[in-house]
């Protein structure tokens, strides 16, 4: 069973950088689709980005040309680097899967084994 875990949260000042990490275990992540997703408090989890199988990548509006989704099969991992960050990206940052053999897709609403979330605030 695939089994995923966050890190590289933490609080970093407006207009900086932090670069979240989830690695995986139980299974190789070749046929899975991996995507991050975040929950600031008082408001539904919200899909940022997901890169499918074969590398193709999707970003939501609100991240898009500031985060950057990235794989590295070999070591099981899948990044989110997060550039000019706003105060409105503090949230616990939720990195899920789902097994796939679609390559050139993924799709948000079909990731379904999560991690346990990481902490992102940015602020002054």
């Known amino acids: 069973q695939l089994q995923l875990v966050e890190s590289g949260g933490g609080l970093v000042e407006p207009g900086g950088s932090l670069r979240l990490s989830c690695e995986a275990s139980g299974r190789p992540l070749d046929n899975y689709a991996i995507g991050w997703f975040r929950q600031a408090p008082g408001k539904e989890r919200e899909g940022v980005s997901c890169?499918?199988?074969?590398?193709?990548?999707y970003y939501a509006d609100s991240v898009k040309g500031r985060f950057t989704i990235s794989r590295a099969n070999a070591k099981n991992t899948v990044s989110l680097e997060m550039n000019s960050l706003k105060p409105e990206d503090t949230a616990v940052y939720y990195c899920?899967?789902?097994?796939?053999?679609?390559?050139?897709?993924?799709?948000?609403?079909?990731?379904?084994?999560w991690g346990q979330g990481t902490q992102v605030t940015v602020s002054s």
């Open positions: 899920a899967g789902y097994r796939t053999t679609v390559q050139d897709t993924c799709i948000m609403a079909r990731h379904h084994v």
């Open positions: 890169i499918s199988v074969g590398g193709a990548t």
